[in-house]
């Protein structure tokens, strides 16, 4: 009787118990690839090259009220920005032209896996390399309410 209380106490103490809002990244069949506990305001970088201009290239969002809000796009090529549609003038930072944004907030999103852009996904200080999944994989990237101990064990 003792065992179970005091295993409860120890994963309430450590805050595994609960839901919390978890970054997922799940295949074409909804398997959970990965998933990375988040809290609000923890940034999520989409990075890859571009096909078309073969320019690294960063969308950045930051996580707000379970949503991810877009923050800017930046990259090595003006014309990656152009293609966009993001209207200069832009800020330049590490050598990257970089274009604010506003207003994109999603509730999540799908990437598909092509040939040459090798995306990774920064989540605050882990990096998932989608790119994994293969050419021609859908992800499916949003964040969802999880209980804790199941995102800390998706790990």
């Known amino acids: 009787m003792r065992l179970p209380l005091l295993v409860a106490a120890v994963m309430l103490t450590a805050g595994l118990v609960g839901p919390s809002d978890a970054l997922t990244v799940s295949d074409e069949q909804g398997r959970v690839r990965w998933q990375v506990p988040v809290a609000e305001g923890t940034s999520v970088v989409l990075q890859y090259t571009n096909s078309i201009y073969l320019a690294p290239t960063w969308e950045r969002f930051v996580v707000r009220a379970g949503r991810l809000h877009l923050v800017d796009v930046n990259s090595t090529r003006e014309a990656v920005l152009e293609y966009h549609r993001l209207a200069p ?11 604010p944004v506003s207003g994109v907030v999603l509730d999540g999103y799908v990437l598909r896996i092509g040939p040459l852009g090798s995306p990774t996904l ?32 998706h790990r």
Not at 89 to 99: I, N, S
């Open 89 to 99: 003038p832009y800020r330049v930072e590490e050598g990257r032209l970089v274009a």
């Open 122 to 153: 920064q989540v605050g200080s882990r990096t998932l390399p989608l790119y994994t999944a293969g050419v021609g994989a859908a992800l499916r990237i949003a964040i969802r309410r999880a209980p804790r101990l199941a995102a800390w064990l």
